[in-house]
């Protein structure tokens, strides 16, 4: 149940997560440290330094408005060489790493600019995302729920907290942390997929019953409709309905995050395994950074014998 629940409410993350890559803005000011016994006539050197450190912060920024990730990067870089406590040339490095997938080195930038920058909510919101995307769902609950105390109107926030409490099987506190969003967006299929499972699990009937209702009407003919009655039937082992549904699925929307997933297991199934190994490499160039696709593949490889491809998999 659970690797159904995530599969699918995956989906859901890659239709909000892009919107919570917050760019840090300029600081009012750059303080450089200086010793106590340096003379007053440093002072003049020390100004120049700070309106060096904001001309290139704001290069920085316009290069990384512009997509110029490398320009970007050497910018705050040197912003930090002026001023190695500058918290928010950290944050926006954390930001270009998240756009590059480097969730590991995003972490390190971002928790650098939390150390100097406890009150700027938009760096914590981004530390809940890198952990959210690495799979550290308990670890992402904290910084999130201090955005959400902090900042109660914070939609992103608010869902992903919403997403990690269910996935942690804390089904009330999800409900608690995802209701509240319901008039902004229950026309969302996914969110109402995600709601219905935490309030079914955590004993709310009423509302179950609520979310089950509109997502049938909101769903209708719709691809994320189709795939969520597939993997059912992959739970059912009843693999060739289930590629029915997931193929009226990929006619509507080919590159839907964890589609080829549920249509390689499918065909896994069938021991179909040309078939299967074609569509979880069709995964893995749509989602790289999913752990359970290599797993599958290389599940796969071993029951053919290819020690070798397997273990690369693994």
């Given at each position: 149940m659970r690797m159904l629940l995530l599969a699918n409410v995956g989906v859901a993350v890659s239709l909000f997560a892009p919107a919570s890559l917050l760019v840090v803005s300029s600081p009012?000011?750059?303080?450089?440290?200086r010793q106590p016994q340096e003379k007053a006539e440093s002072?003049?050197?020390?100004?120049?330094?700070?309106?060096?450190?904001?001309?290139?912060?704001?290069?920085?920024?316009?290069?990384?408005?512009?997509?110029?990730?490398?320009?970007?990067?050497?910018?705050?870089?040197?912003?930090?060489?002026?001023?190695?406590?500058?918290?928010?040339?950290?944050?926006?490095?954390?930001?270009?790493?998240m756009r590059r997938r480097e969730w590991d080195r995003a972490l390190t930038f971002l928790q650098r600019a939390e150390k100097l920058e406890p009150k700027m909510t938009g760096v914590r919101l981004n530390i809940g995302l890198v952990k959210f995307r690495r799979g550290d769902y308990p670890g992402a609950v904290v910084p999130l729920?201090?955005?959400?105390?902090?900042?109660?109107?914070?939609?992103?926030?608010?869902?992903?907290?919403?997403?990690c409490l269910l996935f942690v099987e804390q089904y009330r506190e999800a409900v608690a942390s995802l209701e509240p969003l319901w008039p902004r967006t229950s026309g969302n299929f996914m969110y109402l997929y995600a709601l219905g499972i935490a309030a079914h699990n955590g004993g709310m009937k009423e509302l179950d019953e609520k979310a089950m209702n509109q997502l049938?009407?909101?769903?209708?003919?719709?691809?994320?409709?189709?795939?969520?009655?597939?993997?059912?039937?992959?739970?059912?082992?009843?693999?060739?309905?289930?590629?029915?549904?997931?193929?009226?699925?990929?006619?509507?929307?080919?590159?839907?995050?964890?589609?080829?997933?549920?249509?390689?297991?499918?065909f896994m199934q069938l021991q179909d395994n040309e078939r299967a190994e074609a569509e979880f490499k069709k995964e893995i160039a749509i989602e790289p950074d999913l752990a359970d696709i290599y797993e599958q593949l290389g599940e796969l490889y071993l029951k053919r014998e290819r020690v070798d491809d397997a273990e690369r998999e693994f």
């Open positions: 009012t000011s750059f303080p450089v440290s002072r003049g050197s020390s100004n120049a330094s700070r309106a060096d450190a904001a001309k290139l912060f704001a290069e920085g920024q316009a290069a990384l408005q512009r997509g110029d990730l490398d320009g970007a990067s050497a910018a705050f870089h040197k912003v930090l060489a002026i001023d190695p406590n500058a918290g928010a040339a950290y944050a926006n490095l954390g930001v270009i790493a729920r201090s955005v959400v105390h902090d900042q109660p109107d914070s939609f992103q926030a608010r869902y992903l907290l919403g997403l049938v009407q909101v769903g209708e003919d719709s691809p994320e409709f189709h795939m969520i009655v597939g993997k059912a039937f992959l739970n059912r082992e009843e693999p060739r309905k289930a590629i029915v549904e997931l193929q009226k699925a990929e006619s509507a929307a080919p590159n839907l995050p964890f589609l080829h997933f549920g249509l390689g297991t499918a």
